[in-house]
């Protein structure tokens, strides 16, 4: 399981053993996204700022690796 805040964009992200990333407002309780990790619940959540990057491990020791930037066209 795991949290972090991102104080720039005010967003929040977790993860636990229900295997979902959840991206929240710092304002709202509930989650404006959520993405399926896989099959096994997350143990733990590391926020990389300086490289704007999620990794989450899961139970099996798998790690994912996310982008938190976005691509303006």
């Known amino acids: 399981m795991g949290i972090s805040i ?5 967003y929040i992200y977790s ?5 979902k990333l959840k991206v929240s407002e710092i304002n709202y309780q ?3 996204s959520e993405v399926n990790v896989g099959s ?3 143990t ?6 300086k490289n704007l990057r999620l990794f989450i491990t899961n139970e099996v ?3 994912f690796i ?6 303006n066209n």
């Not at 993860?15 to 295997?19: A, F, M, P, T």
């Not at 996310?66 to 691509?71: A, I, K, P, Q």
């Open 40 to 42: 096994h619940g997350c």
């Open 30 to 32: 509930e989650a404006i």
């Open 61 to 63: 020791g798998v790690v």
């Open 15 to 19: 993860c636990g053993s229900d295997k």
């Open 6 to 10: 991102e104080p720039k964009t005010g």
């Open 66 to 71: 996310y982008s938190t930037t976005t691509v």
């Open 44 to 49: 733990a959540l590391i926020y990389d700022r």
